[in-house]
């Protein structure tokens, strides 16, 4: 009941404004299926980005805590493991319709905690709740192979789970993330300990409301709560076999390498410099709305953002086209219908990105729109930053090596298709890179030389559907992007294989004979 107390409160905001909650919640963790408060000492509160009120805090949760959660995910394995994959499917089937069922509410705490638009929240649950619809064709994945090797003797396949694993959320997708690991985890048979981002619990503790209705037994869908401490519990706890991150640079090179250490599966997904590069033979309409999108879209918080757009030749006149229709969107609280992006997640994260954009004016690049100091009239203490165009932007400035994470476009000018694939593969990420043109030579050639790992061909920046996988690459991933999140490798990343070779012969008919060198 506790659990959804604080759930209650949050769900009731939608679609009405954002309001101050008079004696704001605690956020429960969720074990044995059911929410529990922590005996915390130390709290860390949680903002609604647009008016920075508290609306709930989540706890640095104790060491024991901690260590009885592992215990209750690693207990549940075994016979979560026993379960009959038609079993775990059939859940999977009630949590997939339970989502749809609870879109609206998942949608509202995205918006009250991390700031983006209703609408756009709406896409972060969807895409999530893909990917696990198509987790309930798991089995196709997980099915084994066979081959008769020798006279008698047949080898086969299976797909085994790992047994507990681990998935550490950043803030800025809170329902995506979490379904890009849970669905594929159970169905493959795994338990699950999920650390949300504590900047966004609400979204994941939702999910975890709706695995319990759903029919997960106790103990395969837990959450935790905390910040470092609570990632080195995970990273060094024994029982758990595997790490999925998603989040920085900084933290997740750190978890790859402390993870990897302690002998664990890791996957992890970082950082972000998107580019696009436009042609002077694109359609100059679709490209410009496409660019905005992409640019401003979720107040540039995506890991798939465009960050930065190269402009080929006379391209570079289509620029003040652009400062109109980035002008002309609304920032806004994110309840409000017309707002087209919200604000960032923490004053913090706003004054890191105002700072890279008077950086930029101090090395010498022009701030073609400047959306420093802006404030929605009802909105006065939200961490606002408009869209922001930065023109003449060299590789050499810091706007353009830091992953900046808001809506700021950095704007440069190249002579040629050539040129411009040279610049792109010089930066040191790797998640996406997008081409606009009208000509299928100009697609091939940039698909053929490009190095970013998804790539757009008319399309800002694409994020792979479920039955692919999402694929960067570069700085963009640690461990060189061998474990990639969803889709087949995702059923590979927490299954691992076992071989079977077996002989069946009647000694009557095979007289049995012994040689102790290998067969050739
Ligand atoms: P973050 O790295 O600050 O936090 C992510 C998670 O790591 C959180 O749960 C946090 O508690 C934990 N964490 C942070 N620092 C840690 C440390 N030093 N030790 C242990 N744990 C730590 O990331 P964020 O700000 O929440 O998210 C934004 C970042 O995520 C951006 O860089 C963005 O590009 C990236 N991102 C990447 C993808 C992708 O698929 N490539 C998707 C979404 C976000």
New binding site residues.
Partial sequence: TVGKVVLETTATSFPSSHRKIAEPNDTPYFVENEFRLSTAESFIDVHDPATNNVVTRVPQMTKQELQDVISSAQKAFPSWKRTSVIARQQIMFRFVALIRENWDRLAAVITLEQGKTVADAKGDVLRGLQVAEAACSGPEYMKGEILEVAKDMETRTYREPLGVVSV??????PAM?PLWCIPIATITGNTVVL?????APGAAMILAELAEKAGFPKGVINVVH???D???ILLDAPEIKAIS????????E??YERGSANGKRVQA????KNHALILPDADKEQTLDAIIAAAFGAAG????ALSVAVFVGETASWLPQLVRRAKALSVNGGFESEADLGPV?TPQSKARIEKLVGSAASEGANILLDGRGIKPTYYPNGNWVGPTIITDVKPSMECYRE?I?GPVLSCITVDSLDEGIDLINQNEYG?GAALFTSSGIHAERFRNNIEAGQVGVNVPIPVPLPMFS?S?NKR??AGGGSNT?YGKPGVNFYTQLKTVTSKWTRRDVEPSTMGLSMPT
């Fill in positions: 550490i959320c950043p803030f800025n997708f993330i650390k949300p981002s504590e900047r905390g910040a470092h609570t990632v080195n991150f998603v989040g920085s640079n900084k933290a997740g750190y978890i997904n970082l950082g972000a918080q995506r890991c798939m997640v992953e994470f998640n999402f960067g963009s991933v999140f």
